[in-house]
């Protein structure tokens, strides 16, 4: 059984960056052949993927958040982390991490979420 699990400061001033850090047991994220994601749901919104590291360590990002997103990951400790630079209050989201297999549509396994705000 894999679980994932969200950590990281529940409160972001506008203009910092907003660092959660996903914490993977039960499964090792350098596995053949998972896409490790991050995704949010803002409040009254659908859910927005934000982009994934590949197994390989490849990322890849939505183009509306390109610019400012940054996923890593730290292999010894088996977590992956996401920084978003220059944080607005319409940042603030419910965040999820979130494990997806090649060839397959949807994630099989995410996160509990975690509430993130950003605001003054």
């Known amino acids: 059984q894999v679980q994932l699990q969200e950590s990281g400061p529940g409160l972001v001033k506008p203009s910092q960056t907003l660092s959660l850090t996903c914490t993977v047991s039960g499964g090792s994220i350098t596995t053949n052949y998972y896409y490790w994601s991050w995704i949010r749901q803002p409040p009254g919104k659908g859910l927005e993927w934000i982009g994934y590291?590949?197994?390989?360590?490849?990322?890849f990002y939505s183009a509306s958040l390109m610019s400012r997103a940054s996923i890593s990951r730290d292999t010894s400790k088996n977590k992956f982390t996401l920084d978003l630079n220059s944080v607005t209050p319409e940042n603030t989201a419910v965040y999820y991490c979130a494990r997806k297999l090649d060839r397959e549509f949807a994630p099989d396994y995410w996160g509990q979420g975690t509430q993130v705000t950003a605001s003054s």
């Open positions: 590291i590949y197994y390989t360590g490849r990322t």
